[in-house]
C-alpha cells in the first residue's frame, strides 16, 4: 500500500478520499488555489500545496504544477476524485512518465472511453445496443443539421468528450439546431477543450441507470449493481436511488454483464460506471465514466465496501478483495445533492457566504443510516469558479419507503441561510406522490412541475400558531405557563400589563400575501384568533446546541412539532409535512428605503463572466433574439431580448465579470 498520495481535486471529495486515506494510515497531500486558501478540504489532509489562481485551469487543471507537488512532497500517487483531470488521458499519462501511480485506469482506457463517439464505436463493434445517432467525425454544421433532420425531431446534441451534463442540448425543431450546436460546441470547447460532438435521438420518457464496475490489474471485473439517476435538472443529477427501482433480476443480470463486458473491452482497471439509457425494457449504451462517480455513497451503503479503499488497493496492485457471487444488495439508498443555486430561477447557480448551516446527526462510511458528505463549513463562501455543490446527503434504509422517510426527516432538519439553496425543492421532490411511487425518468421535474413548483403556499391556523410562539418565545417566554411575576416585569418584554390582559393584533406574511392573527391573554390563558375562528394556544420551547428552536405547540386540540431556524422578523418553518418561510412584520422596526429604479436594462441572472455578445449600440433587435451568454460554474446561459427595441448600450464586454442583478445592457422598447 502507499505511504502517501496526493488527492488532485476540492471541496467534498477531497475530504471524501482523505479520510478513507486516514483510516488506512496513508499520509495524504491536498492541492489548493488561491480561492481555496481557508477551504475545509486543504485542513482534511496531512499536508496542502498551493497550485495556482482561482481560475481552474491555472489550478486544479495545472498539470505541471500538480505533478510537481507530488514529485515535492514524495507522493507515491495521485487519486484525481471526479471532475476536473479524472477523466484526462494527458493527466493520466503524466503521471506514469513521471513514476507516479494514477489511481485510476490507463491513459489508453481513458481514451477509448472518455470520447463518446470512440467509445460507442466499440460498443457497437461488440454488439452493444445503442440510440440511434450520428457519432462519426463529420463536425461540419450543415452535415450534423442533415443527420438530424433524418432521425427525426426532438434529438439531442452532445459533447464527445463530456460529463456532468456539460455540452448538452435538447433540440426540439429543425429550425433551433444550429444555434443549439453553436452553444454546446462553445459550453464543449471551455469545459474539456475539445468541441466535438455527437447526435443522438431523444428518448421521450427514459430512464438513466448506470451501472458500478470495478475492475483489478489480475483480470478480474466485478459489477456493484445499479444506480437510478434518473431525476435531473439542467442534464445534471438531483437525487440517485440504489437500487433501482422496479429492476428484475434478470434485467440487472443484463446490464451487469453488459457493464462488463465493456470495461473489459478496454482492459480496465480501478472504479467505472457504464452507463445505460432505458426505455422500457431496453436498454442502451450510453457512455463510460472512467472515474469514481458523485453519486458512488449509494453503492457503498448498498453492498457494505468503501470504493474509495478499493481504488487505493487496485492502484497499488491489490486483488479485488471479494468476487462477483460474494456481492449482494441490502437495504435501499438515496443521496442527495445540495447545491448553491435558485430552483425558482431555472436553477440558476448561487453564490455568496454561508451564513448558518446545520446537518443532522450523522456518521461515514458505509454502513451508515444517515451520511452528510461536504467540503463546507458555516462562514465558508460559494465562489463562481467551481461547481456549486455545497454537500451530498445520503440515507440508507431496508427498504426503499424507509429510506425515503429517512431522506425526508434529514431534508427537514437540514438548514442553509446567506444564499439560494434546493433545499426545500429537494424536500418537495421526496415527498412527491410520483417519485414516492417510483415513477421516475430524466423528464421528472418538467412532467411534475406543477407539483413541484406550487403557484401559492397553503398556510393554515398552524403555520400562524408556531410563529406566534416563536415570536413569544424571542421575548423571554419559554412556554406558555411561563408567568412574568417571576421577573422583574419591567425588565422582561413579553406583552405583561399592570392589569395583566392583552390584546394584540399580530401580522406576518408568505409570499407577499399579509394574515393577521389577534393574540389575547388573560392571566396565563393566551386565546389565538384567526379568520373568526377561537382556540387556546400553548407551547414548550427549547434552543437545540445547533441554534435550532425546537417548539411543540397546542391550539385547541391541534398539536404540531416544529423546527424554527432564522431570527425575527424572517422564520423559517419546518414540520414533518411542510416547510415555508413566515415574515413577522415587527410594526416597531424600522422600514428601508426602496432602492430607486434603475429601469431600463436587462440584469445578469446569475454571477459570472460575459463569454460573448452579440449585439452592438444601436442594433435592432426582436423578441427573443439572442443577446448574449454569460457563463458561470461551468454552465452558459443566455440572455435573451424580451421584446423588440433598440439597443441604446452596453455596459459590459466579453470576458467581463457581472454580479447577480448587474444591469447588462439596455434596450429602447419598440412602441409599436
Not at 62 to 74: C, L, P, S, V
Not at 112 to 132: D, F, I, Q, T, Y
Not at 236 to 264: C, F
Request: with cysteine; proline share 5%.
Amino acid at each position: 500500500m502507499f505511504d502517501t498520495v496526493l488527492i488532485a481535486n476540492r471541496g467534498e471529495i477531497a475530504c471524501r478520499i482523505a479520510a478513507t486515506c486516514q483510516r488506512l494510515g496513508i499520509r495524504t497531500i491536498m492541492i489548493y488555489s488561491s480561492a481555496d486558501a481557508e477551504a475545509l478540504h486543504v485542513q482534511a489532509g496531512d499536508e496542502a500545496i498551493w497550485v495556482g489562481e482561482a481560475e481552474p485551469q491555472h489550478s486544479y487543471l495545472n498539470i505541471d504544477a500538480i505533478i510537481a507537488a507530488a514529485k515535492r512532497t514524495g507522493a507515491q500517487a495521485i487519486h484525481p476524485g471526479y471532475g476536473f483531470l479524472a477523466e484526462n488521458a494527458q493527466f493520466a499519462q503524466a503521471c506514469a512518465d513521471n513514476n507516479i501511480v494514477f489511481i485510476g485506469p490507463s491513459a489508453a482506457s481513458i481514451t477509448a472511453m472518455g470520447n463518446k463517439s470512440a467509445a460507442k464505436a466499440l460498443m457497437e463493434a461488440a454488439h452493444v445496443p445503442l440510440v440511434p445517432g450520428y457519432h462519426g467525425n463529420n463536425q461540419d454544421p450543415a452535415f450534423l443539421q442533415a443527420e438530424a433532420d433524418a432521425m427525426g425531431y426532438p434529438v439531442l446534441i452532445k459533447a464527445s468528450a463530456g460529463g456532468g451534463g456539460k455540452g448538452m442540448r435538447i433540440v426540439e425543431k429543425p429550425e433551433q439546431f444550429l444555434e443549439a450546436l453553436s452553444s454546446c460546441k462553445r459550453e464543449a470547447k471551455s469545459s474539456f477543450s475539445d468541441d466535438h460532438v455527437l447526435i443522438e435521438r431523444y428518448l421521450q420518457k427514459p430512464r438513466h441507470i448506470e451501472i458500478q464496475v470495478f475492475a483489478d490489474q489480475q483480470g478480474q471485473t466485478v459489477h456493484l449493481f445499479e444506480r437510478d439517476c434518473s431525476v435531473q435538472r439542467r442534464h445534471q443529477k438531483v437525487i440517485e436511488e440504489a437500487p433501482a427501482p422496479g429492476m428484475t433480476p434478470e434485467r440487472r443480470a443484463a446490464m451487469g454483464a453488459a457493464a462488463v463486458a465493456a470495461a473489459q473491452a478496454v482492459n480496465y482497471v480501478g472504479a467505472g460506471t457504464v452507463e445505460f439509457i432505458c426505455e422500457g425494457d431496453a436498454f442502451f449504451f450510453m457512455e463510460m465514466n472512467t472515474r469514481l462517480q458523485v453519486e458512488h455513497p449509494i453503492t457503498e451503503l448498498i453492498t457494505g465496501h468503501d470504493l474509495v479503499e478499493w481504488q487505493l488497493r487496485v492502484a497499488a496492485g491489490q486483488p479485488l478483495p471479494v468476487q462477483q457471487n460474494d456481492l449482494h444488495i441490502t437495504g435501499h439508498a438515496f443521496e442527495a445533492r445540495i447545491y448553491a443555486e435558485n430552483p425558482e430561477n431555472q436553477f440558476l447557480p448561487s453564490i455568496g457566504r454561508i451564513e448558518k448551516l446545520v446537518w443532522p446527526e450523522h456518521q461515514s462510511f458505509t454502513r451508515a443510516a444517515v451520511r452528510v458528505d461536504s467540503g463546507i463549513r458555516e462562514g465558508d463562501s460559494i465562489s463562481p469558479f467551481y461547481d456549486p455543490m455545497i454537500a451530498k446527503v445520503i440515507v440508507h434504509g431496508p427498504t426503499r419507503a424507509a429510506a425515503l422517510q429517512s431522506l425526508r426527516q434529514v431534508l427537514a432538519k437540514s438548514y442553509i441561510s446567506g444564499l439560494h439553496t434546493n433545499l426545500h425543492f429537494l424536500y418537495r421532490l421526496a415527498s412527491d406522490a410520483a417519485f414516492q411511487a417510483g415513477d421516475v425518468d430524466t423528464g421528472f421535474i418538467e412532467r411534475r412541475h406543477s407539483h413541484l413548483f406550487p403557484t401559492s403556499t397553503t398556510v393554515s391556523g398552524h403555520h400562524l400558531a408556531i410563529g406566534l410562539a416563536a415570536i413569544l418565545h424571542g421575548f423571554g417566554l419559554s412556554h406558555s405557563e411561563q408567568t412574568p411575576l417571576a421577573a422583574d416585569p419591567w425588565a422582561v418584554n413579553d406583552y405583561w400589563r399592570q392589569n395583566d390582559l392583552l390584546d394584540r393584533t399580530f401580522v406576518f406574511e408568505v409570499d407577499g400575501r399579509p394574515y393577521t392573527v389577534q393574540l389575547q391573554r388573560e392571566h396565563n390563558t393566551w386565546l389565538m384568533q384567526h379568520e373568526g375562528e377561537s382556540a387556546t394556544l400553548r407551547w414548550q420551547a427549547q434552543r437545540l446546541a445547533n441554534g435550532t428552536l425546537e417548539l411543540n405547540v397546542v391550539w385547541g386540540d391541534h398539536k404540531k412539532q416544529a423546527y424554527i431556524y432564522g431570527h425575527s422578523p424572517q422564520f423559517e418553518i419546518r414540520t414533518s409535512q411542510d416547510q415555508l418561510y413566515l415574515h413577522y412584520q415587527d410594526p416597531l422596526a424600522l422600514t428601508e428605503l426602496e432602492s430607486e429604479d434603475q429601469g431600463g436594462g436587462l440584469s445578469a441572472p446569475m454571477p459570472g463572466k460575459v463569454l460573448s455578445v452579440a449585439v452592438a449600440p444601436g442594433d435592432t433587435v426582436a423578441a427573443g433574439q439572442l443577446l448574449l451568454v454569460l457563463e458561470a460554474m461551468k454552465m452558459e446561459h443566455s440572455i435573451t431580448a424580451p421584446y423588440g427595441g433598440v439597443v441604446t448600450e452596453l455596459f459590459f464586454n466579453s470576458n467581463d465579470q457581472v454580479t447577480e442583478g448587474a444591469a447588462l445592457l439596455a434596450i429602447e422598447k419598440d412602441p409599436s
